[in-house]
């Protein structure tokens, strides 16, 4: 069974940058896109980004200037960056696995759905 | 790109069946077939429930059932349940390679 955890500083400072981790167990991080989803207190869910395993990504427009997705394979982890943040950046983030038609994603091919995810992290901005 | 519409909230007693839409246009729900709806208790990880429109994960319930007509998904759940009180967000693919998500419907089973 899949198994993704979230990890990292539960407050950051306005201005600084959000760092955070997911790693992967019960599976490989291999031939599947991983996405960071985030969820502000008392409110919806917004896609940040994906990272496909051997690298390539994409980013919500509305956050791509601030967002940076990697992954290392050998860990079977893939992380989240995001600057200069905002009381605005407060959320529940999460973690999730892509899955493609057929289940394992093939390079260019289109996330068809989210179906495993991690627990989730509160990260707060405040001084 | 904006997030898909669903209605604040939605009610129904047990036994009975209920329906969410998820309203968006032409250049996302009405464009693609890639519609996924998601089921979250509070304080847990959202879990998906339906994808590519009408189609369910192994193993789920088949009193969940989505469709789409036009631009506007919909999410039926049949037999109301105790546990199928939650929140629930659909997700639809917008092109670019990018994602967006409903505002979320909460569930009361009266």
């Known amino acids: 069974q899949v198994q993704l955890q979230e990890s990292g500083p539960g407050l950051v400072k306005p201005s600084e940058t959000l760092s955070l981790t997911c790693t992967v167990s019960?599976?490989?991080?291999?031939?599947?896109?991983w996405s960071w989803i985030r969820q502000p207190p008392g409110k919806g869910l917004e896609w940040i980004g994906y990272i496909y395993y051997s690298g390539s990504t994409n980013y919500n427009p509305s956050l791509k200037s601030r967002v940076t997705i990697s992954v290392d394979t050998s860990k079977n982890q893939f992380s989240l960056k995001l600057s200069s943040v905002t009381a605005a950046d407060t959320a529940v983030y999460y973690c999730a696995r892509g899955g493609c038609s057929g289940g394992i994603c093939y390079p260019y091919d289109t996330i068809y759905y989210f179906d495993y995810w991690g627990q989730g992290t509160l990260v707060t901005v405040s001084s | 790109q904006s997030a898909l519409t669903q209605p604040a909230s939605v009610s129904g007693s047990p036994g009975q069946s209920i329906t969410i839409s998820c309203t968006g246009t032409?250049?996302?729900?009405?464009?693609?077939?890639?519609v996924s709806w998601y089921q979250q208790h509070p304080g847990k990880a959202p879990k998906l429930m339906i994808y590519?429109?009408?189609k369910r994960p192994s193993g789920l319930s088949n009193r969940f059932s989505g469709s789409k007509s036009g631009n506007t998904a919909s999410l039926t759940i049949s037999g109301l349940q105790a546990e199928d009180e939650a929140d629930y967000y659909c997700c639809s693919y917008v092109g670019s390679s990018t994602w967006v998500f409903g505002g979320g419907t909460k569930l009361t089973v009266l």
């Open positions: 032409s250049s996302d729900v009405g464009n693609y077939n890639l």
């Open positions: 590519e429109g009408s």
């Open positions: 019960g599976g490989s991080i291999s031939h599947y896109y």
